[in-house]
């Protein structure tokens, strides 16, 4: 299958900073890419939706101004979290989705770790 | 609005005995099914997905599941554990077609032992 990548894999911060967390598609196009969050031993929350080339759609109850996307290319998402706190501390993980056909899987990200101090 | 229930959080087999990981689902449409496995360090792997064709789904790996209607279940199964399938299990419902919003169960960790 298709790869992601996400980069770093993990990240401290301190509260008040901002972090900015990678998604790439390494061997293929991805048009629309999704940003989760896992909190501990719970399952993956969607946050928002990106498609190439567009402002990102966000799930009801996430702040869009703390949580920017940005998916400027084809093969790279963004996601930038502002003045984080410690209750933002949790799995984010992206996934991406070729153009081809309209019933195309997505490929998950090996998730990055963040905790802020 | 779609759910997808994980009746178990922990699931734990001897290597060699069979697997069942159950899951139940809840949708005003005809679903689309995925089960997804995640080892750590490593991103979700779709192991299966049941898109309205055939009920009884092969995947990867030896697992397969079974829709059934009648019981809004969609249960993953394999005949022998491996040590290599210890991992964390999610079922997976999509009301919308092309892998659109994806909603997740909670998770199952199944533990293999020697």
């Known amino acids: 299958g298709a790869v992601v990548s996400q980069h770093p894999s993990w990240v401290i911060c301190k509260s008040g900073t901002s972090v900015k967390i990678e998604c790439r598609s390494l061997?293929?196009?991805?048009?629309?890419m999704f940003w989760y969050r896992q909190f501990p031993k719970q399952s993956l929350m969607l946050m928002a939706t990106s498609n190439e080339g567009s402002k990102a759609t966000y799930e009801q109850g996430v702040e869009k101004d703390k949580f920017l996307i940005n998916h400027a290319s084809l093969t790279l998402s963004t996601l930038t979290v502002t003045s984080a706190h410690p209750e933002d501390s949790s799995f984010y993980i992206c996934s991406a989705r070729g153009s081809s056909g309209s019933d195309n899987e997505q490929f998950f990200g090996p998730g990055t770790r963040l905790t802020v101090l | 609005a779609q759910s997808v229930t994980q009746l178990d959080s922990h699931v734990s087999v001897s290597e060699g005995t069979p697997v069942l990981l159950r899951c139940n689902y809840s949708?005003?449409?005809?679903?689309?099914l995925f089960w997804y496995v995640q080892h750590p360090n490593k991103g979700l792997q779709l192991l299966l997905k049941?898109?309205?064709?055939?009920?009884l789904v092969k995947g990867i790996n030896g697992f397969e599941a079974e829709f059934k209607k009648s019981e809004t279940s969609f249960h993953l199964t394999k005949p022998s554990a491996h040590m290599s399938d210890a991992a964390e299990y999610f079922c997976v419902v999509t009301y919308t077609t092309g892998f659109q919003k994806l909603v997740f169960g909670t998770g199952t960790r199944l533990l293999v032992s020697p």
């Open positions: 949708s005003s449409y005809s679903p689309s």
């Open positions: 061997d293929f196009q991805a048009t629309t």
């Open positions: 049941y898109t309205s064709a055939a009920t």
